[in-house]
């Protein structure tokens, strides 16, 4: 069974501070994927990877950063956290494009 | 890039069959359907997933016409652990991949 581990479930920062979230997965999957999930708007794709060292931007990446130096692993930043990035914050992975994604169980960040 | 529809919310009894339809006007060619389930504080999981016509696994059906511009999630005699949020999701295989996800269908099923 595919794992998807996001290192934190909850998470509280202040305002300016470098925030990260990581997320691993351990079957191999050449693709990664980072959402935002706010009420009422469903999941948003914030970056996604297709492979190492490889990033695109998905619907909302301003303010974010990613990223991916070790296949297994796709880090997303917050380089100067606002109280508009409270949110909770998926990871996915699938083996490729046509296939399903995977996804962690979340972290909830709470900006102060 | 591919944007869906789908109803906000459903009620249903169990025992009824549920079907939740998400519109795609703008699928693309080589775009799958795939939709995914959510439990509070958890992440999506997988339900089904297709191109056309119709599949069916152990937990769903899914149909799609022959335009491919919508799609409808069944789920036969619900019950009340099928209460979650279903999530419609077309993608641009092959190449550049950038998922859509649609805003989710919040399913209560009743006693």
């Known amino acids: ?112 | 890039l591919a944007k869906t529809t789908q109803p906000i919310s459903m009620d249903s009894y169990e025992g009824q069959e549920v079907n939740i339809t998400c519109s795609h006007n703008n699928i693309a060619t080589n775009d799958y359907i795939t939709w995914y389930q959510q439990f509070p504080s958890q992440g999506p999981r997988f339900i089904i997933q297709g191109y056309k016509t119709k599949v069916t696994n152990e937990v769903a059906s899914l149909f799609i016409p022959a335009d491919r511009k919508s799609s409808t999630l069944s789920l036969p005699r619900v019950s009340l652990s099928d209460t979650a949020v279903y999530y419609c999701l077309v993608g641009e295989s092959g190449g550049s991949y950038i998922p859509t996800f649609g805003r989710g269908t919040s399913l209560i099923v009743h006693p």
């Not at chain 1, 999957?29 to 990033?55: A, C, T």
């Not at chain 1, 490729?96 to 169980?105: E, L």
């Open chain 1, 1 to 112: 069974d595919v794992k998807v581990t996001q290192s934190s479930r909850y998470l509280v920062k202040r305002t300016g501070e470098k925030v990260f979230l990581e997320c691993v997965q351990d079957m191999d999957h050449e693709n990664m994927f980072w959402y935002r999930q706010d009420p009422g708007l469903g999941l948003r794709l914030i970056y996604f990877s297709y492979d190492v060292k490889m990033k695109e931007k998905g619907d909302i990446p301003e303010g974010y950063s990613v990223s991916r130096e070790k296949k297994e692993r796709f880090s997303l930043i917050l380089e100067s956290a606002s109280t508009n990035q409270t949110s909770m914050y998926l990871c996915a992975s699938s083996l490729n494009s046509d296939q399903p994604q995977h996804f962690g169980d979340g972290t909830r960040l709470s900006i102060l």
